[in-house]
T-cell receptor, first 110, second 114 residues
Framework: DAKTTQPPSMDCAEGRAANLPCNHSTISGNEYVYWYRQIHSQGPQYIIHGLKNNETNEMASLIITEDRKSSTLILPHATLRDTAVYYCIVRVGNNNDMRFGAGTRLTVKP | NAGVTQTPKFQVLKTGQSMTLQCAQDMNHNSMYWYRQDPGMGLRLIYYSASEGTTDKGEVPNGYNVSRLNKREFSLRLESAAPSQTSVYFC?????????????FGPGTRLTVL
């Protein structure tokens, strides 16, 4: 089972910030939080990952709560091309497997 | 760089037929992976190879075999295809199989077993 919980769907207006939440209440101290997205059945695309501190790259920002039990992916200025399924992943087991849940389907509307 | 490439893009098989899905990466990555994705669901790990010459089972290995031919190539074989194996298959690679390790995915192979 995936160790994360995400809302099944969200809408966002084009040009506005999209804030995608994720709960990972059983995360261990040395487990990273990863975000990937999948656009229209293409291969998943890496977005960002973090351990404790907030992270930012050219695609998004990742805000992790101090207790690390939840995080938020922020797309600062969503475009129509950001419409996709977004997966929040915490690696599990001794082999650090990536367990993909159902993700959040983000729809960016004009 | 092409990244991760997969062949074929589409395939239709009859029950009991066999086939091999091919995957190659040109990023000099050590680790490679095979996932399947059923409609409306997330990806599930079938097999992975942490380094050249090694392979290990993932979450759903039954009905599949893999070969890490060299550092670049990782193939997935269905010996006797079943309708339950109808799915989209994704190959991925990563520099190393650690806790802070990003995977790069190919475009997928869409397989239908009749």
């Amino acid at each position: 089972d995936a160790k994360t919980t995400q809302p099944p769907s969200m809408d966002c207006a084009e040009g506005r910030a999209a804030n995608l939440p994720c709960n990972h209440s059983t995360i261990s101290g040395n487990e990273y939080v990863y975000w990937y997205r999948q656009i229209h059945s293409q291969g998943p695309q890496y977005i960002i990952h973090g351990l404790k501190n907030n992270e930012t790259n050219e695609m998004a920002s990742l805000i992790i709560t101090e207790d690390r039990k939840s995080s938020t992916l922020i797309l600062p200025h969503a475009t129509l091309r950001d419409t996709a399924v977004y997966y929040c992943i915490v690696r599990v087991g001794n082999n650090n497997d990536m367990r993909f849940g159902a993700g959040t389907r983000l729809t960016v509307k004009p | 760089n092409a990244g991760v490439t997969q062949t074929p893009k589409f395939q239709v098989l009859k029950t009991g037929q066999s086939m091999t899905l091919q995957c190659a990466q040109d990023m000099n990555h050590n680790s490679m992976y095979w996932y399947r994705q059923d409609p409306g669901m997330g990806l599930r790990l079938i097999y992975y190879s942490a380094s050249e010459g090694t392979t290990d089972k993932g979450e759903v290995p039954n009905g599949y075999n893999v070969s890490r031919l060299n550092k670049r190539e990782f193939s997935l074989r269905l010996e006797s295809a079943a309708p339950s194996q109808t799915s989209v298959y994704f190959c991925a690679s990563s520099p190393d199989r650690g806790r802070s390790d990003t995977q790069y995915f190919g475009p997928g192979t869409r397989l239908t077993v009749l």
